[in-house]
């Protein structure tokens, strides 16, 4: 017999308006996935269904699972709307950061913030699912948990819905030019900062010392 959790619904709310920085994966139709950065790596981290996903291959990183329609009441513990309606039938679009959009393709690093929630799959450990075509779970049952005569199935955490209206590419800053551009200018520059250190260096030297 396949089980899951106690749940109100197929999905459990965690937090809205969280943010994650990452590289895009898998984009498709109406869903794609985040291969977050170091810092945002928490959001996936505690959870064995998104290291990796369900239906990915063992092989495959850790992912954050977005996909932008909108939940009805019925399949969620929190009845609460959200900002945006469901995508309509296009690409995603991704900001960039001198201005206009294009089509978000795998390997752009982004911004997106959404609903961050629980979604549960027990069906990935039912013995009837165990088999083509969900080939990928029936040569790896391991991920399923035996508690005596119960198969546990497993959760993942993911945006769902997410802002699809507002992602951004996220860019490492380009090379100011040289050292000293971003080091000597303003009152609290490095030079300034080092210049008050030696000055006040130069003022406890002249003090008066005291031998014993």
């Not at 019925?74 to 206009?100: A, C, F, H, M």
């Not at 198969?151 to 800053?173: K, N, Q, S, T």
């Amino acid at each position: 017999m396949a089980v899951g959790e106690d749940v109100i619904g197929k999905f459990t709310w965690l937090l809205d308006e969280v943010e994650v920085e990452g590289v895009a994966r898998n984009v498709a139709g109406d869903a794609f996935d985040i291969e977050p950065d170091a810092n945002y790596r928490h959001i996936i981290s505690y959870l064995r269904g998104n290291n990796p996903l369900p239906w990915a291959d063992i092989t495959s990183p850790g992912l954050l699972h977005c996909e932008d329609y909108v939940l009805g009441a019925s399949d969620i513990n929190r009845n609460d709307s959200w900002r945006l309606q469901s995508k309509p039938n296009e690409p995603y679009q991704v900001q960039l950061p001198t201005g206009g959009t294009r089509d978000l393709v795998p390997g752009d690093r982004v911004r997106v913030v959404g609903r961050w929630v629980i979604d549960h799959h027990p069906e990935y450990c039912d013995p009837a699912a165990l088999k083509p075509p969900l080939a990928v779970t029936a040569t790896q049952p391991f991920r399923c948990r035996i508690r005596g005569a119960l198969v546990v199935g497993m959760c993942h955490a993911e945006f769902h819905p997410f802002a699809w209206d507002d992602i951004r590419l996220v860019e490492e800053p380009a090379p100011t030019g040289t050292l000293a551009d971003s080091v000597t200018r303003g009152p609290h520059s490095r030079r300034a900062i080092l210049e008050e250190l030696l000055l006040e260096s130069t003022r406890r030297s002249s003090w008066p010392c005291l031998y014993r």
